[in-house]
């Protein structure tokens, strides 16, 4: 494996977003939506301006679930189909350059252009907050920024290989789409109806287990449960364990939730 090669692809997928500046657009949706709900979070109770951060955090978690794997799906779902689609991929693997080389690296380019966007974006609100912000509410605030990039790494990671299996980009954009539903929206529900039919509570031992199967429900966890108040508005201190909750077993699920799709994508893309 050639570092430099794989290099050289993600250089070259990163300036291509900076040119179009897709991660201007992106970094200045962040700020604007991270500011508005800093500062107008708490409008419905008659309080306008910053509260607190658990406040800030929690409401910018549920921001966050929604956008990023949205944005992280629709910036990867044709990395490798859309390549083949416009007929440049024969010529890019006829370069001097491995599949397994190109996939990575055009991987890693994007995951630079996504990651650089979410930083900047909240690091922006951050520094506008930086006066209202004492040293450990700063350390969730980069804890949340940091948990934010890995989630649009493991979605990104899911599109890639979306892209990978697709026939089209047609098709990929549509599974791309239906990932997004059943994680964020229809993941949850199905878990709820599962308690709900339970009645007895029988399985429910097996709950916060299957919450890790979700990225999206790992990132909250992760979020929310170090913010006592917050967490106990959540319910989260009643379904999930705290021995699970450690934030270095959780950011593992999470890295793990990044390596393994694009894993099964490297193997699909040998073929």
Do not use: C
Not at 24 to 40: C, E, G, H, K, S
Not at 198 to 217: I, K, R, T, V, W
Not at 218 to 232: A, E, G, H, M, P
């Amino acid at each position: 494996m050639e570092i430099r090669q794989i290099a050289t692809i993600a250089g070259k997928e990163f300036w291509d977003r900076l040119r179009n500046r897709w991660v201007l657009a992106v970094a200045l949706v962040f700020t604007a939506f991270a500011l508005v709900i800093a500062y107008f979070g708490a409008a419905q109770q008659g309080a306008v301006g910053f509260r607190s951060i658990e406040v800030t955090i929690a409401s910018l978690v549920s921001l966050v679930i929604y956008l990023i794997p949205l944005i992280a799906l629709m910036l990867g779902f044709d990395a490798i189909v859309g390549e083949r689609e416009r007929g440049s991929l024969d010529l890019l693997l006829a370069l001097p350059i491995t599949r397994f080389e190109l996939l990575l690296g055009k991987y890693l380019g994007l995951a630079a252009a996504l990651t650089f966007s979410t930083v900047v974006g909240f690091g922006l609100v951050a520094l506008v907050l930086a006066r209202q912000l004492d040293l450990g509410a700063l350390f969730h605030y980069f804890g949340f920024m940091g948990s934010s990039v890995l989630l649009g790494m493991a979605f990104l990671s899911l599109a890639v290989m979306l892209s990978v299996f697709a026939a089209d980009r047609t098709r990929a954009s549509g599974l791309a789409i239906a990932l997004w539903f059943f994680f964020v929206l229809v993941f949850d529900l199905l878990l709820l109806g599962a308690l709900v039919l339970g009645g007895d509570g029988h399985g429910s031992e097996f709950y916060p287990y299957l919450l890790l199967a979700n990225p999206a429900d790992v990132f909250r966890i992760l979020n929310i449960f170090s913010l006592d108040d917050v967490r106990t508005l959540y319910g989260l201190a009643t379904v999930f364990p705290p021995a699970l909750a450690r934030p270095w077993l959780l950011g593992g699920v999470m890295l793990g939730w990044i390596a393994l799709p694009l894993g099964v994508a490297a193997w699909r893309f040998r073929k």
